[in-house]
């Protein structure tokens, strides 16, 4: 088990920012990829960001692109989703996810690719 605990969700205003960040444990948690993924009421759920297992390789979904940045701090076991310029439509709960990918530079953008996922934070963005 990769416990994944997400914080940094909140209320904002459209044009704001905040910075998501999922906190991981165990002395393997630095082996995993990292994932965001999020689900608004009646949506499926969402690729955002990923971030493979050496931090050097990062994807975005087409909606985040330019605005959404993820980084990991693996001394610290944790993984970033800074946002900016957000906008209504990027109201929804946002999860984080891991998983152990074929190598160190692979990318999940698909949810069935995690095989741990946090409980979620919730982002409203505000018109």
């Known amino acids: 088990q990769v416990p994944l605990v997400e914080s940094g969700g909140g209320l904002v205003q459209a044009g704001g920012s905040l910075r998501l960040s999922c906190a991981t444990s165990?002395?393997?948690?630095?082996?995993?990829?990292m994932g965001w993924f999020r689900q608004a009421p009646g949506k499926e759920r969402e690729f955002v960001a990923a971030?493979?297992?050496?931090?050097?390789?990062?994807v975005y979904g087409d909606s985040v692109k330019g605005r959404f940045t993820i980084y990991r701090d693996k001394a610290k076991n944790t993984v970033f989703l800074q946002m900016y310029s957000l906008k209504p439509e990027d109201t929804a709960v946002y999860y984080c996810?891991?998983?152990?990918?074929?190598?160190?530079?692979?990318?999940?953008?698909?949810?069935?690719?995690?095989?741990?996922w946090g409980q979620g934070t919730q982002v409203t963005v505000s018109s």
């Open positions: 971030i493979s297992w050496s931090g050097l390789n990062t």
């Open positions: 165990g002395r393997t948690s630095s082996r995993y990829a």
């Open positions: 996810a891991a998983g152990i990918l074929s190598t160190a530079q692979a990318l999940g953008v698909i949810a069935h690719e995690y095989d741990y």
